[in-house]
């Protein structure tokens, strides 16, 4: 059993920056996928950011290129979204989720089989 805690989000104005984190515990982070994800209200969930567990493999979804960043730190098995120069259009609920099938950076939300609860990140203008 995989879990995830997401911590981090906050109340920030519009260009500012945050970064989440995602304690993941039952299994390493060498050994999932790991992704985030956000969905904002009346929306449908999306993809953010995913990578791989051996950490060569990233992807980061066309809205968030050049501004969000995934990384790891494999000694504290967490798993961070840096998020630079906010939008209000980012403003969603963020989760963290861990895909322990793959060996890709997932994207797909139904592929992913353990979900954090979500961090709220809202952005002012």
């Known amino acids: 059993q995989v879990q995830l805690k997401e911590s981090g989000g906050g109340l920030v104005q519009a260009g500012d920056s945050l970064r989440l984190s995602c304690e993941v515990s039952g299994r390493r982070v060498l050994s999932v996928a790991t992704g985030w994800f956000r969905q904002a209200p009346g929306k449908e969930r999306e993809f953010v950011a995913a990578?791989?567990?051996?950490?060569?493999?990233?992807k980061h979804a066309d809205s968030v290129k050049d501004r969000f960043a995934i990384s790891r730190d494999i000694t504290k098995n967490t798993v961070y979204l840096q998020m630079n120069n906010l939008r209000p259009e980012d403003t969603a609920v963020y989760y963290c989720?861990?895909?322990?099938?793959?060996?890709?950076?997932?994207?797909?939300?139904?592929?992913?089989?353990?979900w954090g609860q979500g961090t709220q990140v809202t952005v002012s203008s």
């Open positions: 989720a861990a895909d322990s099938r793959s060996s890709y950076a997932t994207v797909g939300v139904e592929q992913y089989e353990y």
């Open positions: 990578v791989n567990g051996r950490g060569q493999l990233s």
